[in-house]
């Protein structure tokens, strides 16, 4: 009975053969899958290598670019502060030139103002000593009667200055001697000094008399009088 029975054949040989190939094909896909993962990763990570080098190239390039940016904004803003101070400078130099330009010209017309004056005053002296000396003329008999009369004598301290001493005026003493100093600087005569001192509205009157009349005898006489008056 066990000679009649068929055969069992499962094909386990076959199944086995194709599971070693499968494993093989898989074990082969695994490893090939792998190697690409690998190399892939490898790259990935080159890349990004090169991506953070040029980064950090960019960066530099940025940070110099920001240096020589701020560079250049110092050194325009340096120029055109300069430029500032210089047109401030050319202002005040301008200033300074109007002003003494401005200056010479008053003094040129305090230049010819002055000059003027003194060509005025100067004409005037003259008129004056001409006059002084077209009267000296006629006076000289009248002063040395004068001198002689009112003990009076005359120096002459300076140019347009002379001075006038009396003596005899003191009864107890003859010899002191009061002394007066006139000017005849300007066309009107002026008493400057005296000694001792005499009140200077008496001695106002005497002058402008002697300016109105032009009698010297006259106002010699009278300051003699004054002098004697302060004795008194």
């Known amino acids: 009975m066990a000679d009649t029975l068929p055969s069992?054949?499962?094909?386990?040989?076959?199944?086995?053969?194709?599971?070693?190939?499968?494993?093989?094909?898989?074990?082969?896909?695994?490893?090939?899958?792998?190697?690409?993962?690998?190399?892939?990763?490898?790259?990935?990570?080159?890349?990004?290598?090169?991506?953070?080098?040029?980064?950090?190239?960019?960066?530099?390039?940025?940070?110099?670019?920001?240096q020589k940016s701020q560079s250049h904004a110092n050194t325009i803003a340096k120029e055109i502060a300069e430029n500032d101070d210089m047109h401030s400078a050319i202002a005040e130099i301008s200033s300074q030139r109007d002003e003494r330009a401005a200056q010479r010209d008053r003094l040129k017309g305090e230049i010819t103002s002055t000059q003027k004056s003194v060509a005025q005053r100067l004409d005037a002296q003259r008129k004056h000593a001409a006059d002084m000396d077209a009267q000296a003329?006629?006076?000289?008999?009248e002063l040395d009667f004068w001198v002689d009369?009112?003990?009076?004598?005359?120096?002459?301290?300076?140019?347009?200055?002379?001075?006038?001493?009396?003596?005899?005026?003191?009864?107890?003493?003859?010899?002191?001697?009061?002394?007066?100093?006139l000017s005849t600087m300007r066309p009107d005569y002026e008493v400057t000094h005296c000694k001792p001192q005499l009140d200077k509205e008496r001695i106002d009157i005497c002058v402008d008399r002697l300016n109105e009349s032009r009698d010297v005898g006259c106002f010699l006489k009278d300051m003699r009088e004054l002098f004697a008056e302060s004795v008194k």
């Open 149 to 181: 009369y009112l003990c009076l004598r005359i120096e002459g301290i300076r140019e347009d200055h002379l001075k006038f001493i009396f003596t005899h005026v003191e009864e107890r003493d003859w010899n002191r001697e009061y002394w007066f100093e």
């Open 8 to 66: 069992a054949n499962f094909g386990f040989d076959d199944l086995r053969d194709r599971m070693n190939k499968f494993t093989v094909k898989f074990d082969q896909f695994i490893a090939e899958g792998r190697k690409r993962v690998l190399e892939e990763r490898n790259k990935y990570r080159s890349h990004m290598a090169e991506l953070e080098e040029d980064q950090k190239m960019k960066q530099r390039g940025i940070e110099i670019l920001s």
């Open 137 to 141: 003329k006629l006076n000289d008999p």
